[in-house]
């Protein structure tokens, strides 16, 4: 830390400021630089400036205050240009600073203790060039700073070496993270295929396996009717396979093995969806069939408390990668179904210790998706003309809380997502940059006022029609 330093000499009053030794960060502000701050009258003359400014070879400058008011700012490099003039010395030495800010003056640039220092130096930049060597005015509270414009640059090619550092090694972590989910997706789209094959010869020889057993029950029947009688050899080996238990269970279990190859078949096919390898350009694909897909991989946790509805409109195939696209929905839907179980939890709770919340006894968390075509103009959508598809995917949970709400719209800017990436910043990028499309959060908050139908989240996901 550097040492406060006070002059005090009539009309001057200088102050340098504790100098921060914490590391510059991306969001760090203009009071983390080191400050001066050196008030002059103007009515004080030239020659104590001078003497300030050869005592301490730091100042950027000095601000100029007429009455305890703001007036201006005299710069050091003002001033000494001014001095090596012609009869300089003679003419703003001896004469108070009020005449060298008449024959100098300029526009200070004004900025507040928490200004970024990336804000700042961007402002600085747009000066005009005679005005780029001036140090620029930190208001803090009712006291006036300056900040050297040398500092100032130094700090903000800092902060952009830091920017560009976080940009690669994020761009590599991305890069490592897009490896590895492909990866992933070649493996899990290869076990998908490896169990739809068995799954085929299941399902291809059960048909004729249900045929086998009819005609095999058939002759049976035929059997039991032009022989009444059978030998005792075969009324014993009746009895030992319970032949009419057998006639009645057959058919059964042969549609039990069709209903269990049926769900493995789906199984396999949403995984296949799910893991699809985008191509560089996209490719139609049903919406409908991308949500029940990843539905049916979500179904170990929707248990039965959970209510699905389902209001599909009738839509026609949507251009679109259908991996980026799934994991969209992947996002969006594991979100909601940890929002609804966590709110049967705590209804649950509840109700067994009897205390009134404002989720009624017969809270039924329900998730609700819809689709339809939209050809109307959309707020802050350029192209009115076009038409749309829209998803909708709402819950009745307990909704987010306005802070919380204000954090996931913020995680959508680039700035913020730069610094930390989530799944629906992601699923925002995915929506926004790769498809042209919008996305939507909206909420809810639980209170005692509404009642739960009425609250929860809801996601909204625009994608153009080619």
């Known amino acids: 830390m550097a040492t406060n330093r006070f002059l005090t000499d009539g009309a001057l009053v200088l102050q340098q400021l504790e100098i921060s030794s914490a590391a510059l960060k991306i969001d760090s502000v203009v009071s983390d630089l080191p400050l001066f701050e050196l008030q002059v009258e103007a009515e004080g003359a030239g020659w104590e400036l001078a003497q300030c400014f050869e005592r301490y070879p730091n100042l950027p400058g000095a601000i100029l205050l007429e009455q305890g008011q703001l007036l201006g700012l005299i710069s050091r490099q003002t001033f000494l240009e001014y001095l090596l003039?012609?009869?300089?010395?003679?003419?703003?030495l001896q004469q108070p600073l009020r005449v060298l800010h008449s024959y100098a003056r300029s526009p200070a640039l004004m900025v507040s203790a928490q200004t970024t220092i990336i804000t700042a130096a961007q402002k600085a930049l747009r000066r005009s060039p005679e005005c780029q060597h001036h140090p620029l005015v930190v208001q803090c509270q009712n006291v006036y700073r300056l900040l050297s414009a040398a500092d100032l640059n130094v700090a903000y090619w800092q902060i952009r070496g830091i920017e560009t550092q976080v940009r690669y090694e994020r761009a590599q972590a991305q890069m490592l993270q897009s490896h590895k989910m492909a990866a992933l997706g070649r493996l899990v789209d290869g076990v998908a295929h490896e169990l739809s094959d068995p799954i085929s010869f299941i399902w291809g020889n059960l048909a004729h396996l249900e045929g086998y057993?009819?005609?095999?029950?058939?002759?049976?029947?035929?059997?039991?009717?032009?022989?009444?009688?059978?030998p005792s050899q075969v009324k014993q080996l009746a009895a030992a396979v319970d032949l009419s238990y057998l006639q009645a269970d057959l058919p059964k279990t042969l549609a039990s093995i069709r209903s269990g190859a049926a769900r493995i078949k789906r199984l396999g096919a949403s995984l296949?969806?799910?893991?699809?390898?985008?191509?560089?350009?996209?490719?139609?694909?049903s919406l409908h069939d991308l949500l029940d897909s990843v539905l049916l991989l979500?179904?170990?946790?929707?248990?039965?408390?959970?209510?699905?509805?389902?209001?599909y409109g009738r839509l026609p195939p949507v251009s679109c990668f259908a991996g980026q696209l799934a994991q969209v929905l992947m996002n969006i839907l594991s979100n909601a179904v940890d929002t609804l179980l966590e709110q049967t939890i705590r209804c649950t709770l509840a109700a067994e210790f009897s205390q009134p919340i404002s989720a009624q006894a017969d809270y039924l968390p329900t998730l609700t998706l819809r689709t339809w075509l939209c050809s109307s103009p959309v707020q802050c959508l350029e192209d009115g003309d076009r038409r749309w598809v829209v998803l909708q995917i709402s819950d009745n949970g307990p909704g987010l809380s306005p802070e919380i709400e204000q954090q996931v719209q913020q995680g959508f800017a680039e700035e913020k997502r730069m610094m930390k990436e989530t799944s629906l910043a992601i699923s925002y990028h995915i929506i926004t940059g790769r498809h042209g499309g919008q996305f939507y959060v909206r909420s809810q908050t639980f209170t005692q006022e509404k009642p739960p139908a009425d609250v929860g989240s809801q996601f909204e996901i625009w994608l153009p029609l080619a």
């Open 85 to 92: 003039r012609p009869q300089g010395l003679e003419l703003f």
């Open 213 to 230: 057993g009819q005609q095999l029950l058939a002759l049976v029947a035929a059997y039991e009717t032009c022989c009444p009688q059978p």
């Open 272 to 285: 296949q969806n799910f893991c699809h390898i985008d191509e560089v350009y996209p490719k139609p694909a």
């Open 298 to 311: 979500l179904m170990s946790r929707l248990d039965t408390s959970i209510h699905i509805v389902r209001q």
